[in-house]
């Protein structure tokens, strides 16, 4: 079993803050999956549902960013699941906005929320960073990530939450890279092939100029004559 957490702040004041785009993810996945309801429990929200042949918890913490660690740990105790079954959706100030990428272990980049984690339970557990971008200043970072997502970030935002829903099985079946590529389908989706040739480029050749010939001269005049004849 895999214990798939979603990290964010409680309440509607965050609901839809770039820091909150962890617990985004999770109801995404709950939505489309038909799991439900969500329960108080392990300090935090938790539900179980079954993905194909497989089941897996969801755990939104609801301690805080700084303090997601404890109910993590909780919720691995309850269901004695180990960190390398562990999966955290969190946002990455260092992937620009719609860019995902999963990371097996290592260390926590200052984000407070994995800080709290590692602490806990250890590095050895899964991430998806799910990139909100940066604001271009470390001093700008909290009001940035505790800010809402701007309306015209709505369609990249929707089309990653909906491919992690995607993906969703695959993570509980344990396969990152096949959640990887369902999140790509939605998020940038192949071109439809018609199986046809494009067409060759006709190069046209332009006609050749014919060279100007001579008009042969018929004055049988000598050259002396002919400037005789010129001042008469």
Known sequence: ????????????KYARNRHNIGFMALDMIASDHGVGPWKQKFQGLVTEGRFGSDRAVLLKPETFMNNSGQSVAAAMKFH?????????FHDELDLAPGKIRFKMSGGHAGHNGLRSIHAHIGADYGRIRIGVGHPGHKDRVASFVLSDFA???????????????DGAPSLALGDPPRFM???ALRVAPPRP???KRPPEKVVTERPKKKPVEPVPDTDSRSAMQKLMDRFK
Request: hydrophobic share 45%.
């Open 193 to 195: 092939s018609t199986g």
């Open 181 to 183: 590529n369902a999140v």
């Open 151 to 165: 309306k015209a970030e709505q369609d990249w935002l929707d089309d990653v939450l909906r491919g992690c829903a």
């Open 1 to 12: 079993m895999k214990l798939i957490v979603g990290l964010g702040n409680p309440g509607a």
């Open 80 to 88: 004695k699941i180990d960190a390398k079954d562990v999966v955290v």
